[in-house]
Each structure stands twice: as structure tokens, then as C-alpha cells.
Antibody, heavy 122, light 106 residues
């Protein structure tokens, strides 16, 4: 069974840091691009960051550029998102998603985790 | 930056009705347009990829069409289990999701 399981969410103060993880199983992790997508309370979907299968291409949304860092460990079938300088507007459910292909661009996201909640508040 | 305009933002239809949602891109994105369904409290689910390709296991009442800047998503016969929010997503450069369409049963 293809599966993505996120972890690492929680409550953090503004300006703080948090590291999210995504454990993948059931597919050849190193063949596919991966993404983080978030959804604020009552809001729509917002792409956060993405990484190609070999980490050769990485992209960030303008809203997190310079504050968040995406990485993957193909040997451990894992994806991470290091978040720093967190703001109240970063409060959201963060989803890990698998791309249908190896590139950062173009491919749809065909497998999603259940999400991990991040709350930024004092 | 590309703009994605999804409409309507919500709709209410009867069981068995044909439902259509549109997504307009501000420039040509070829067929890099995908459609997702998100039921309340659940993760999004891919329904249609590359404008018109039905994801494996998705019922055939769902379909997509279009290319370039104008795209359409259709549910041919609305079922109670189709109550959800539907999102388009373009992926020409960076992924951008449309604002979503909340579909309810009348």
C-alpha cells in the first residue's frame, strides 16, 4: 500500500522553528518528486515547497522562501520541511504529497498524507 | 505570476444533475492542469491529471477537458458521495491551486 505519514507538527511561538517529517512506504521513493502543501483553517490549498526525485530541483512559494527548507533522504524514504521564523499566518495543516513523476514541475500529486497540524501562537 | 480563476466558488445541485466547474489560467499552461476532490476532514484526492486523464479507480462520471487557458471539470450525474470541495491546480512553473468550488446537494 502506498502511504505517506506526516509528523512533527505542534504549537510553536512566533519566530520559532519546527521540523516536519514525512515517512513514505509502498513505492520507489527515489523515483518521484515530493511536495509540501498546506491548508489554513477554513482556507484553500496552498503549495509550500517541492523537490525533485534526486534533489536536483527545489522550489518554494514566495510566502515561505528564505524561511523554510525542504529536503529528502532517499535511503530512508523520508521527506522533511525545516520551518523557521514562523508567523501566525503559517498556522495550517501541512500535507506531504507525492508527484506522479520525478520532476519538480508539471506532474499532479497523486498520493497525499493525512497531514500534520502546525499552530503558531504565543 | 500566473493567476488561476476557478468558478463558481460554490454550487448546489440535485442528485443526478450534471455539474460543471471551470478554471481559467492567465496564460497558456498547455495541459498541465489537474483536479482534486477534498471531502470534509480528509486529505485531497487526485481525480483528473493533465487536463483530461482519469486517475485509476476514479468513477467515470468525473471528467475533465480543455487546454491552454480554459479548462472544465464535469460530474455527469451528481451523487451524494460527491459532496466535497474541488480544486484545480496548474503546474506550468510552480504549482498554484484554484480557490476551490464547494459542491453541495440541493
Amino acid at each position: 500500500e502506498v502511504r505517506l505519514v506526516e509528523s512533527g507538527g505542534g504549537l510553536v511561538q512566533p519566530g520559532g522553528s519546527l521540523r516536519l517529517s514525512c515517512a513514505a512506504s509502498g513505492f520507489s521513493f527515489d523515483d518521484y518528486g515530493m511536495h509540501w502543501v498546506r491548508q489554513g483553517p477554513g482556507k484553500g490549498l496552498e503549495w509550500v515547497a517541492g523537490i525533485s526525485s534526486n534533489s536536483g530541483s527545489i522550489g518554494y512559494s514566495d510566502s515561505v522562501q528564505g524561511r523554510f527548507s525542504i529536503a529528502r533522504d532517499n535511503g530512508k524514504f523520508s521527506l522533511s520541511l525545516q520551518m523557521s521564523s514562523l508567523r501566525a499566518e503559517d498556522t495550517a495543516l501541512y500535507y506531504c504529497a507525492k508527484a506522479r513523476g520525478d520532476l519538480l514541475n508539471f506532474y499532479a500529486m497523486d498520493v497525499w498524507g493525512q497531514g500534520t497540524a502546525v499552530t503558531v501562537s504565543s | 505570476d500566473i493567476q488561476m480563476t476557478q468558478s463558481p466558488s460554490s454550487l448546489s445541485a440535485s442528485v443526478g444533475d450534471r455539474v460543471t466547474i471551470t478554471c481559467q489560467a492567465s496564460y497558456d499552461i498547455r495541459d498541465y492542469l489537474h483536479w482534486y476532490q477534498q471531502k470534509p476532514g480528509k486529505a485531497p484526492k487526485l481525480l483528473i491529471y493533465d487536463a483530461y486523464n482519469l486517475e485509476t479507480g476514479v468513477p467515470s462520471r468525473f471528467s475533465g477537458s480543455g487546454s491552454g487557458t480554459h479548462f472544465t471539470f464535469t460530474i455527469s450525474s451528481l451523487q451524494p458521495e460527491d459532496v466535497a470541495t474541488y480544486y484545480c491546480q496548474q503546474f506550468d512553473n510552480v504549482p498554484i491551486f484554484g480557490g476551490g468550488t464547494k459542491v453541495e446537494i440541493k
